[in-house]
């Protein structure tokens, strides 16, 4: 069985539970006398036994996605929580069938790392999109052979298609690739120019005030690619939009960023301790002329 670039360890052990015929990750790991909880967060002691079973070096066992503190990392890129949702499995469908081969074996399909992120509502390969299940536990979520198993039928049935847009293939070339280049955005931490250009696609077609919490998957998508038309075109254009935003009618007298800007000025003030947001603030405001 091989390790598939892009798949996060928790997906490689549970894959080789079910071809063990094991009911979960969690017993493998037991049996194995390491635990799965330590292997999904990177546990050294838990990784090298992991190492020797599969004979594949920890050097090359990504972890993928792991939790720290309040944080989670991905790929080295880390995360707030409510931009991942560790308490569900996302799938593409397309990829989970096309995964399991001519045999239709369901241990060959594997997750991808991008699938944790929240902002990748669609599958940029086949125009899917994402299915999201719950397990119990972040555990159950984690055993991806487990969740695949679980809800087959529904993943062979169903049928949502989703376009997906530049947005997506972003995010997972971010992630996924050491991006090296000057271009605005790659400049920024991955979180900060993902909540930054999909709630800047979302103010531009919504209004100031959009309701973020009540837009649907497909709003979401169309809000990324409105955002990120921008966000990739540079410092210029983001400074060109922020100014129609700012030149709308609003009350006289002094203009603070919220009363300007109203949602994606909260969305970053919120973050404003996080690395990559002042230098969004800052653009802001000049744009403001504080
Ligand atoms: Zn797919």
Redesign the pocket.
Known sequence: MKFNPGEPVGSFCSRLAAAYGLRSASYFAELFEFSFWGLLNGGPRDMRIFAEITGVPTTRLDVGVASVGRDVMINGHRFARRFVDPLRCRL?P??VIDGMGPQHNPTRSYSKVEWALKSMRC?P??D?ELMTFKGRTWQDSADFAWVVRENLKLIERSTSQLRSSPFEPYVSLRLNEDLVSDAWLDALPLQTAIHFTETLGAVMRHGSEPDLETLTSSEWVDAGREGIAVTSAGLAAVKEVLHEIASRPMPRGRKSLTMVFGRLAAEVLEFENDPGYREVISIMREVVGE
């Open positions: 593409c397309q990829c599958c390969i086949h899917r």
